[in-house]
Each structure stands twice: as structure tokens, then as C-alpha cells.
């Protein structure tokens, strides 16, 4: 089975830019997976985990929505903010984790509720993401 193209790209770079055999997405309606030869369409996508399938190997990389295009010959994601596992400071997205639900539990004047929601949502998929891919490099016992 031949691949499709993957471009995953924020308004600072390009994150990920490679023929892959799967993507599998966090749609704001569910799960996403897209294969080489998938019906055209256009989306938006929330925070979550983004999951690209090449080979044997599989890249988790968070992203805080934004949206995706399934053209004929490739897939485009057009992020809000994306970054692979490597690339995220635990001890930062922990704190942001925190300060938001500190911000809806005590819901101080001045932050907006939408904001905050929309913080926590990023925070947690950029755990997530983290979590997983330590689960994947762990060894079998």
C-alpha cells in the first residue's frame, strides 16, 4: 500500500512533513483516521493527541486544535500549536494544567472561563501525548 503525505504546520513552522501509512486525529466530533486514498474533506480539530502511523513506528505529537484537510494526494493540518513528545517541558505543562483548573475552580474576575477550558484541554493533551509515548518506549517486562 503506498503512503499519503502528511504537513502538520503552525504559523511559526513546519512540525512534520513526511509520506506516513495513517493519521489518526482528535476531531471536535471524535476520532479521525485517515488512510492514503481517504474521501476528500475539511475539518476542525481539537486539542488532543495526533497520531501518525509510518512503518512500524508511531509519532504522537500534541496540537491544540485547528484544522485538517484530506486532499487526494495528501493530508494537511493547519495547527494552533503542535509539538512532538520531545519537544514539551513536563514541569511547564504541569503547571499550566494546574494554574487553569486553579482558574475554573476559584473562577477569579477577569479570566475568562473559554480561555481557561481551552488551557486545560491543551495542557492535558500535552501530557497525554507525553504519557503515551513513555508507555510505547518502556520494555516488556
Given at each position: 500500500?503506498?503512503?499519503?503525505?502528511?504537513?502538520?504546520?503552525?504559523a511559526e513552522r513546519v512540525?512534520?512533513?513526511e509520506e506516513v501509512d495513517?493519521?489518526?486525529?482528535p476531531g471536535?466530533?471524535?476520532?479521525?483516521?485517515?488512510?492514503?486514498?481517504h474521501t476528500p474533506l475539511m475539518?476542525?480539530?481539537?486539542?488532543?493527541?495526533?497520531?501518525?502511523?509510518k512503518g512500524g513506528e508511531e509519532v504522537s505529537l500534541a496540537i491544540s486544535g485547528g484544522f485538517l484537510e484530506v486532499r487526494p494526494d495528501r493530508v494537511v493540518v493547519l495547527a494552533d500549536a503542535a509539538e512532538r513528545a520531545e519537544e514539551i517541558d513536563m514541569?511547564?505543562?504541569?503547571?499550566?494544567?494546574?494554574?487553569?483548573?486553579?482558574?475554573?475552580?476559584?473562577?477569579?474576575s477577569g479570566i475568562d472561563e473559554t480561555r481557561a477550558e481551552v488551557a486545560l484541554r491543551r495542557s492535558l493533551a500535552r501530557l497525554k501525548v507525553v504519557a503515551v509515548v513513555k508507555r510505547r518506549r518502556k520494555p516488556a517486562a
Open positions: 500500500m503506498s503512503g499519503i503525505r502528511l504537513d502538520i504546520v503552525t512540525v512534520y512533513s495513517m493519521v489518526i486525529a471536535v466530533e471524535g476520532q479521525l483516521g485517515i488512510l492514503p486514498h475539518t476542525t480539530l481539537q486539542a488532543g493527541e495526533l497520531r501518525v502511523k514541569a511547564r505543562a504541569e503547571a499550566a494544567k494546574r494554574r487553569a483548573q486553579q482558574w475554573l475552580t476559584e473562577r477569579p
